[in-house]
């Protein structure tokens, strides 16, 4: 019993991780309206700018990882304007979007091999120290990456609900041709989302190299799809639902490991996707009654 | 046919409804198709494009029943209803646009084979019976006027030619009841006339012409009876001079300025 | 022409001819049906598993080659059980991914899928001997043949192979079935009020494309008599989707130029002089390569280089006279709406 209520807080900690990421993706997703599946490689980049400067600038891991994602929102916004965008104005249907994402996560992939090389790293925290909090074992790490997680994710629904640019985002998302004749600047808005998603992006990577101890240039390649799997279970667009299924999933991930081999992790991800599509394609937002 | 008692309607649609969120669109929708040709108006928003999805297939009905050719169709899938011998055209054409004019035909023709084990191995076969089809397909382009059109991409055509190949397309599929969904919408004044003349060809080469219509003028014209939709019900059925005279059907397009 | 390079082209033409099977059944499913299959190349690896726990005796442990089935069939037999394997996998993922067609939901399903087999297939060894996978697969004419000019044997195989898909391929493309995938992925709606069976129709476009990659992959573990889960085939997918792109989607000589050029792409990087000390940058120069080369191709000339051949054309003399058609004068070019 004492392995389920661990697993069970294993669950929430891949939930906040997931639940940055996919929020970041499913926010995106709603205003280009297409998949980017080099996503992944954002979330792989946070971890790597945050082992350089925090191995060759010596600096705090937090400052580390903050300035990282910023670098991470910068990349995503230059990969959108300079790549994606001149794609949209050719007015590239969807499916040559996905492989033209498809094709920049390769280019990525190849760029970080030969920029970083193929051997695992770690993040040094030095919080390693195990906490009981009722049933839960955390570490004090651990703990961070859900109160991080459950900041930031706060941080996102003001965002969304209080300025002017989730607003405008939410509107985007819902509608854009309706966004662009009540005068939303749909540009500098998807500016900001580039900027916005790929820090979350950044932050999601970080959390996930923190949690998983050691990783590689493929880091966010395998994680892309359990991330997918979260925006579509929840619904393209639906932050909310979003949060909802990465909950979902980030727990089952954690808990199914008491009667499943560990090696299947990744997959109940996969399988409650399929599931949610056979019975829900647009995702569960509707259950919920969320927008 | 027998004088006394008439044949049975080849549409027969009862007690339909369907909602929207919240929006109720069909409403206990009933009449019957017994007429060659019969046009269906109504104000904007009486739900009549809610009805040509209805029975059409796209759209399943939250009651009632319709009844094709003695067929129940209420929950029938729309490819099944096409092949039953109901077909329809969309207001805003729509065409097949990487195919040629001729493949759209041959496309649409009753006699397409789909088989994929067919296509590899019965390969003589099908082309003796392409031959047939293209034959067919090249008349009713003469017919329509698209014959020189027949091998660019549909998607090259004019406004007007792609009105044209719509109807070509349904006159191939020989069907016993079509429905047009507003053929003369953003077509010409002289292309009109030549989609009259086809709507009334086929009527008279035997099939029951549904014509959901703005244009009262070509209603007029064209329609042996008339039904008034408004509201998600149907109001009036007749004639465009009794619905002149009917209160209700005026108080239902009053403010259109349309009748 | 000494021998070593006259094997190079020899391996080089054996490359090209699983690429073109690959690339002709990917423009089936993807080209004519505009099915975005994005788990492609999991129908490859089980073309190859399946051809070859066909062609295997039984499970051999003094080896340590573990698998199912092992029924020693000779290898045209062999190589028509990977397809049909693959082509019954395309059905499975077809009758669940397919209602919704949607790109973005069809690509995450279909890799769903892929990693769902491929865990399943490197953790449970008993199946295709997990992560170290097949090998010493029965060659085709291996016993009697050099090794070292085995490339030579092998291409014959492959011509003869390829030529038959080429074949089929072209037939379908002049028939009735495909004009109709071609007006499901144009049109799935109007399709439908035409009569036909939208599902139906994707659903066997999606089994034949992946029947096609079942026969590439088979081709494969014959060719190398070997076959284990690499980690990632998004070089392979790329390339796939780059070759059916660059010939022009929905073109069966299309979809072989590409393949030739993406071929000769992926094949002409190993002649980059390697720097001293990074060994491994012709691979990821390979990749930058090929992810460039499509995004050029999507961003130049998205329709490819040839353009989707019309299937069906009129001999105007003999069907005019036919009909005693006299040519109506062309409808007046009016605006549109």
């Known amino acids: 019993m004492i392995a389920f209520w661990h697993s069970l807080g294993f669950g929430l900690v891949t939930a906040g991780v997931l639940a940055v990421s996919s929020v970041g993706l499913t926010v995106q997703f709603g205003v280009i309206n297409y998949a980017n599946i080099s996503y992944g490689q954002y979330m792989t980049l946070g971890a790597y700018f945050t082992w350089d400067l925090t191995n060759y600038a010596h600096l705090n891991i937090w400052i580390a990882g903050l300035l990282a994602c910023i670098g991470v929102g910068l990349v995503s916004l230059f990969i959108g304007k300079a790549i994606f965008s001149q794609f949209v104005k050719r007015g590239s249907p969807g499916s040559h979007m996905l492989l033209v994402t498809f094709a920049t996560a390769l280019l990525l992939s190849a760029i970080y091999s030969v920029a970083w090389g193929p051997s695992p790293r770690q993040l040094d925290i030095h919080a390693l120290n195990a906490l009981h909090v009722g049933p839960f074992l955390f570490t004090a790490v651990q703990l961070y990456v859900i109160g991080l997680s459950a900041g930031l994710l706060i941080a996102m629904h003001l965002v969304l609900t209080r300025t002017r640019l989730g607003k405008a985002m939410r509107a985007m998302s819902d509608n854009m041709t309706l966004a662009r004749l009540t005068g939303i600047p749909t540009g500098r808005v998807t500016d900001a989302v580039w900027l916005i998603t790929g820090f979350l992006a950044g932050v999601g990577g970080v959390a996930l190299a923190i949690e998983i101890a050691s990783f590689d240039i493929n880091l966010g390649l395998n994680f892309f799809f359990v991330v997918m799997a979260a925006v579509v279970v929840g619904g393209i667009g639906k932050p909310y639902g979003t949060m909802v299924g990465a909950l979902l999933i980030g727990v089952s991930i954690e808990v199914s490991t008491n009667v499943i081999p560990a090696q299947y992790k990744l997959d109940v991800a996969f399988l409650i996707l399929i599931l949610i599509l056979l019975w829900k394609p647009q995702g569960i937002s509707r259950i919920t009654g969320k927008v | ?259 | 022409m000494n021998s070593a390079s006259g094997l190079w082209i020899a391996n080089a033409l054996v490359n090209f001819g699983v690429l073109a099977t690959i690339s002709v059944g990917l423009n089936i499913s993807f080209g004519m049906a505009g099915i975005l299959d994005l788990s492609y190349f999991f129908s490859v690896a089980i073309g190859a598993y399946f051809g070859g726990v066909l062609a295997l005796g039984g499970t051999n442990a003094a080896l340590d080659l573990n698998h199912i089935l092992g029924l020693s069939l000779p290898w045209p037999i062999a190589i028509l059980g990977g397809a049909v394997a693959s082509g019954l996998l395309g059905l499975l993922v077809g009758l669940v991914a397919l209602r919704r067609l949607r790109s973005d939901y069809l690509a995450i399903v279909l890799f769903a899928v892929w990693s769902i087999g491929y865990d399943i297939i490197s953790n449970t060894p008993s199946l295709f001997n997990g992560i170290t996978g097949l090998f010493n697969v029965p060659q085709p004419f291996g016993a009697t043949s050099n090794p070292l000019t085995y490339p030579w044997v092998f291409l014959p195989i492959v011509a003869v192979v390829l030529g038959l898909l080429v074949l089929v391929a072209y037939a379908l493309e002049r028939s009735g079935f495909g004009r109709t995938v071609r007006s499901v992925r144009d049109d799935s709606d109007l399709a439908e009020a035409m009569g036909k069976a939208v599902m139906s129709v994707r659903i066997r476009s999606m089994v034949v494309g992946c029947a096609y990659a079942g026969v590439a992959g088979a081709l494969t573990i014959f060719y190398v008599g070997a076959y284990n889960p690499s980690a990632w085939f998004i070089f392979e997918t790329i390339a796939a989707f780059a070759a059916v792109l660059i010939g022009g989607r929905g073109n069966v000589f299309g979809a072989l130029i590409g393949a030739f050029i993406i071929n000769g792409i992926a094949s002409g990087v190993q002649f980059i002089p390697t720097i001293a000390g990074r060994l491994d940058l012709t691979a990821d120069f390979r990749e930058a390569l090929l992810a460039l080369v499509l995004m050029l191709v999507l961003y130049i000339r998205p329709h490819g280089v040839f353009r989707e051949r019309l299937g069906t054309r009129t001999r105007d003399e003999t069907t005019a006279d036919e009909l005693s058609i006299e040519s109506q004068p062309p409808l007046p070019i009016e605006s549109v709406q």
């Not at chain 2, 096409?82 to 054409?93: A, E, M």
């Not at chain 2, 041959?106 to 590899?120: C, E, K, W, Y």
């Not at chain 2, 619905?243 to 259109?256: P, Q, S, W």
């Open chain 2, 1 to 259: 046919m027998n004088s006394v008692s008439e044949a049975p309607p080849i549409l027969e649609v009862m007690g339909l409804s369907k909602a929207f969120g919240g929006v109720q669109a069909v409403h206990d929708c009933r009449f019957e198709i017994t007429q060659r040709v019969t046009g269906i108006i109504g104000p904007n928003g009486a739900g009549k494009s809610t009805l040509i999805g209805l029975l059409s297939g796209t759209l399943l009905a939250d009651a009632g029943r319709i009844c094709f050719g003695g067929n129940e169709i209420t929950r029938m899938a729309p490819h099944r209803r096409s092949q039953l011998g109901l077909t329809r055209t969309f207001q805003i054409s729509r065409q097949f646009h990487t195919l040629s004019v001729l493949e759209n035909l041959l496309v649409a023709s009753p006699d397409a084979d789909d088989r994929l084990i067919g296509a590899i191995v019965l390969r003589r076969q099908m082309k003796r019976r392409d031959r047939e089809s293209v034959k067919r397909s090249l008349q009713v382009l003469e017919d329509v006027g698209l014959y020189a059109k027949r091998d660019d991409r549909a998607g090259e055509l004019s406004g007007g030619q792609m009105r044209l190949l719509e109807i070509a397309r349904a006159i191939i599929r020989q069907p016993k009841l079509v429905l047009f969904d507003e053929p003369t919408a953003g077509v010409n004044p002289v292309l009109i006339e030549r989609v009259e003349e086809q709507l009334r060809n086929m009527a008279e080469s035997g099939t029951t012409v549904l014509l959901v219509e703005h244009n009262l003028k070509v209603v007029e014209r064209m329609c042996d009876s008339v039904i008034v939709v408004a509201n998600g019900s149907v109001i009036a059925v007749g004639s465009m001079e009794e619905h002149r005279a009917n209160d209700e059907v005026v108080k239902a397009y009053l403010g259109t300025g349309e009748a």
